[in-house]
């Protein structure tokens, strides 16, 4: 069966300051992966997706994803964060089929001036 | 605008009633979904939809119910024997069940 791990359930970050999060997957072969971002009280917002081809996506929001076979991760990255970032961000992936999509348990992002 | 319409976007519910959450979309999406969300356990399957009057259970259906009469519509009704209800409902459709887009979900409490 599919997972996903996002281990770090709180990140604290400085205005400005680079930003990673990590997602790592298990899943035999290779699966459709997402990143959502999800500010308090909203519903989901899609970040980003990877299908296949270019390993490195980019996505809205500034926001870019590097996929990585050999370690099965699918990591968040942003150069400079903003104020407006804080939120939950929620990595995501799909086997194939309408139900197989699995959600990570999230990671709090906190912004400090 | 396309997009995913949840309403109420809360709810509140009494014991032993049961209630139905809103779900309407635009976006001509084939598939339609709904998930719970309780803090820390990220985002669990409810029900799922590929096509009209069509659907299936997923991870936790038991005490919901749901119907897809129409294409742009998917309600779910919190019965009574869900003794636990209290969660962040989402919405959710797909046009080829791969992206799965989101509404702005619906708050539902019991009291």
């Known amino acids: 069966a599919q997972s996903v791990t996002q281990p770090d359930i709180h990140i604290t970050v400085s205005e400005g300051a680079s930003l990673e999060l990590r997602c790592n997957y298990s899943?035999?072969?290779?699966?459709?992966l997402f990143w959502y971002v999800q500010s308090p009280g909203q519903g989901l917002q899609l970040l980003l997706k990877?299908?296949?081809?270019?390993?490195l996506v980019q996505g809205i929001k500034g926001f870019e994803a590097e996929f990585k076979r050999s370690q099965s991760s699918f990591n968040l990255r942003k150069p400079s964060v903003h104020w407006s970032d804080a939120a939950e961000y929620f990595c995501a992936v799909n086997s194939g089929g309408y139900q197989k999509v699995t959600f990570g348990t999230g990671t709090k992002l906190q912004v400090i001036p | 605008d396309g997009g995913i319409t949840q309403s109420p976007k809360y709810l509140f519910r009494k014991e032993g009633q049961n209630v139905t959450l809103s779900c309407e979309q635009n976006?001509?999406?084939?598939?339609m979904y709904w998930y719970r969300q309780d803090p820390g356990q990220g985002l669990r399957l409810i029900y799922y939809s590929q096509i009209v009057n069509d659907f299936q259970k997923g991870d936790i259906a038991e005490g919901y119910s749901v119907s897809r009469e129409k294409k742009e519509s998917f309600p779910l009704t919190v019965t009574s024997a869900q003794k636990n209800p209290t969660a962040f409902y989402l919405c959710a459709s797909s046009s080829d069940g791969n992206t799965i887009y989101f509404g702005e979900g619906s708050w539902l409490t019991v009291v």
């Open positions: 899943y035999g072969a290779t699966p459709y």
């Open positions: 976006l001509n999406h084939d598939a």
């Open positions: 990877y299908f296949s081809g270019d390993t």
